[in-house]
């Protein structure tokens, strides 16, 4: 059913003025919708996203009615439902939860039917972390989509500074997830694909790339390419998955992590760019938007990246306590991202390799959360100064999710 703001979208889209015929035939519905369509259109007058005008009805273009345009597309892009999230109900949980460190159902006075319901709502779409049912807390990440929510509503989404420990719950998760694969080894595997999927979208769309979740889908599991996407785009998309896949067999089959396997990880993600993929760089480069990045100067690379692989082997070749485990993972996040070895690629390929690591730990890693992405950016290329603390608390997030997303599925 089309609601008022499926048709605010369309509306913004168009930027001109449409009758209420014209809105009818762009949902490719019958006349016998007119009245309804009329009705929805006058709702959106009533609260100025449109204006009524002689000819029909125009958006109204203002600061505001832009940022509600915006959170309506972030949500296209990544599946989301905008018409689940974009209300002054949930928009006013959601402020208060952003607020805290966790929280709990007596945080807030709701009904336990609506507090499940707002739960689960952001839940499914990667923007809430579950810690436990019984008692049920959980945290809500900061990130500007969810900030903005509140504020389009008149709520202030102040987030929590504070970074709490969580590998106790990490270990809990990690022992429940060892049992329940012995068990469900196939279901696991049929999981995969779905954490795959998701990875590959939310890790090009850090990069820039504009495909969203739902072609991203269509592509890899139906081969379905929509006629309006860039070759490029998709040609990255189907390349970071056969770099994602080879990551997968080798961590599957803890074979170390070797300059060569890295070269190899570049060269299968960046095979649409045949200039640099899987070559070292030969010129200097920088972050775009920030100049406060130092990467390697051209003469460093070979012998940072060498010593790097050195250390990761023999950090593998000893069992170490899972606070160690984050803390090296952190590092090899940031050094590899540092020493930024190729001309483009290196964050995508920085997101292999610490991903492999962890599995060879026997970690589980197969996604970063839509909820997390900004954080993570923030605390690895976004960063103003190196800080190896804020990496491993978003580790810890990333990796919780995982765990409990696997674990909830194999129940």
């Known amino acids: 059913m089309v609601t008022r703001y499926d048709v605010f979208a369309l509306m913004?889209?168009?930027?001109?003025?449409?009758?209420?015929?014209d809105v009818v035939q762009r949902f490719e519905k019958t006349q016998s919708e007119y009245d309804r369509m009329y009705k929805i259109l006058l709702e959106l007058e009533g609260s100025a996203l449109v204006k009524k005008t002689e000819h029909g009805f125009q958006a109204?273009?203002?600061?505001?009615?832009?940022?509600?345009?915006?959170?309506?597309?972030?949500?296209?892009?990544?599946?989301?439902?905008y018409n689940e999230l974009l209300d002054r109900n949930?928009?006013?949980?959601?402020a208060r939860a952003l607020s805290k460190d966790s929280f709990f159902i007596n945080d807030f006075d709701l009904n336990p039917r609506t507090f499940s319901k707002y739960i689960d709502v952001l839940k499914k779409n990667g923007l809430l972390i579950l810690l436990s049912r019984k008692p049920l807390v959980a945290i809500v990440p900061y990130n500007s989509f969810l900030a903005d929510i509140a504020t389009y509503f008149g709520f202030k989404g102040s987030p929590f500074k504070g970074r709490r420990e969580y590998s106790?719950?990490?270990?809990?998760?990690?022992?429940?997830?060892?049992?329940?694969?012995?068990?469900h080894e196939r279901e696991y595997q049929a999981l995969i694909e779905s954490f795959e999927i998701r990875f590959i979208h939310h890790s090009l769309s850090i990069e820039g790339n504009p495909i969203t979740l739902a072609q991203t889908f269509k592509l890899l599991k139906e081969n379905i390419v929509s006629k309006d996407l860039p070759v490029e785009s998709v040609m990255e998309v189907r390349n970071y998955q056969a770099a994602f896949e080879q990551m997968l067999r080798e961590s599957e089959g803890r074979r170390p992590l070797t300059r060569e396997s890295i070269l190899n990880y570049h060269y299968l993600s960046m095979r649409h760019r045949e200039d640099i993929a899987g070559k070292i760089r030969a010129v200097p480069v920088y972050i775009r938007g920030n100049e406060d990045f130092q990467v390697a100067k051209v003469k460093e690379i070979e012998p940072k990246l060498s010593a790097l692989?050195?250390?990761?082997?023999?950090?593998?070749?000893?069992?170490?306590?899972?606070?160690?485990?984050?803390?090296?993972?952190?590092?090899?996040?940031?050094?590899?991202?540092?020493?930024h070895p190729f001309v483009d690629g290196n964050s995508r390929t920085t997101r292999l390799i610490t991903f492999h690591f962890l599995r060879v730990q026997g970690i589980p890693v197969f996604d970063i959360p839509l909820g997390l992405l900004e954080e993570y950016v923030d605390a690895t290329k976004g960063a103003s100064s190196r800080d190896e603390k804020a990496l491993t608390h978003i580790l810890q997030l990333i990796i919780l999710f995982n765990l409990k997303a696997l674990n909830e599925k194999l129940s």
């Open 309 to 339: 692989v050195k250390r990761y082997n023999a950090f593998t070749k000893q069992k170490h306590p899972l606070q160690d485990i984050l803390k090296f993972a952190s590092f090899l996040h940031n050094e590899f991202q540092h020493i």
């Open 60 to 81: 109204v273009r203002n600061r505001k009615n832009d940022l509600l345009y915006g959170l309506i597309q972030f949500c296209i892009k990544n599946d989301v439902s």
């Open 12 to 21: 913004y889209k168009e930027g001109g003025v449409l009758r209420p015929t």
């Open 90 to 94: 949930i928009a006013e949980f959601i």
């Open 168 to 183: 106790e719950d990490i270990k809990n998760e990690l022992t429940k997830y060892r049992r329940l694969r012995r068990t």
